[in-house]
């Protein structure tokens, strides 16, 4: 167990929809990371929050959008779903340094 | 462009083997490179990691072998066991990017262990 906590594990939803995949990272870690997993693309860096600040982006398309929270959990927010969108999503977290823990991802199916 | 390339992308060997995984980088500002293992279902492991300062790291059963100049580096695991069936990824960050350390990760490779 890596310490980071991703909910909901599993999410089916129809094209055009939306949908938040929430993420709590391992306790101290200022630093949360959101890669997307497919069969074709392998892991993907999507966008990196600090402390609440955007640090970094990735692939991620304009559909979607992160935030970090005070509390330091994090929400990836995907809208106008796409059947290409059906992949894993996973968060990472760690201290602020190299060292970083994923968690056990959202299987997101889009029909 | 892909950034770290990794091979192969299967591997099949029986009990007790040793299977190698290979990866290159481009990027020369990477100083940071790690293993994660990956089981069906679950997010990537941290197995181990290096430094571009030595050539060798060894935790256990897995080594790893670091070629800063040819800008390569290997994953070894001995005595290899059926429980280390898994999809392994390279990958690569730099410390050069303030608090962003993403990882960069190659395609990965799937091990099969025969008993």
């Known amino acids: 167990d890596s310490g980071v906590t991703q909910t909901p594990k599993h999410l089916i939803t129809a094209t055009g929809q939306r949908v938040t995949l929430r993420c709590s990272p391992r306790?101290?870690?200022?630093?949360v990371y959101w890669y997307q997993q497919s069969l074709d693309q392998g892991l993907q860096f999507l966008i990196q929050?600090?402390?609440?600040?955007?640090?970094a982006k990735g692939n991620i398309l304009e559909r979607f959008s992160a935030q970090q929270f005070p509390d330091l959990h994090s929400e990836l927010n995907l809208s106008s779903l796409e059947l290409g969108d059906s992949a894993l999503y996973f968060c990472?977290?760690?201290?602020?340094?190299?060292?970083?823990?994923f968690g056990e991802g959202s299987w997101l199916t889009v029909v | 462009q892909q950034q770290v390339k990794q091979s192969p992308q299967s591997l099949i060997v029986q009990k007790g083997g040793i299977p190698i995984i290979n990866c290159a980088y481009e990027?020369?500002?990477?100083?940071?490179f790690p293993w994660y293992q990956q089981f069906p279902g679950k997010g990537p492991a941290l197995l181990i990691a290096?430094?571009?300062?030595?050539s060798e790291k060894k935790e256990g059963r897995f080594t790893i072998s670091f070629n800063k100049s040819a800008k390569q580096f290997s994953l070894h695991i001995m005595d290899s066991q059926p429980g280390d069936s898994a999809t392994y990824f390279c990958?690569?960050?730099?410390?050069?990017?303030?608090?962003?350390?993403?990882?960069?990760f190659g395609k990965g490779t799937l091990l099969t262990v025969n008993p």
């Open positions: 306790s101290g870690d200022l630093s």
């Open positions: 990027n020369t500002a990477f100083d940071y």
């Open positions: 290096i430094r571009p300062d030595v």
């Open positions: 929050y600090y402390n609440g600040e955007e640090r």
């Open positions: 990958a690569a960050s730099s410390s050069s990017g303030g608090s962003n350390y993403k990882l960069t």
């Open positions: 990472a977290s760690s201290q602020g340094g190299n060292t970083i823990y």
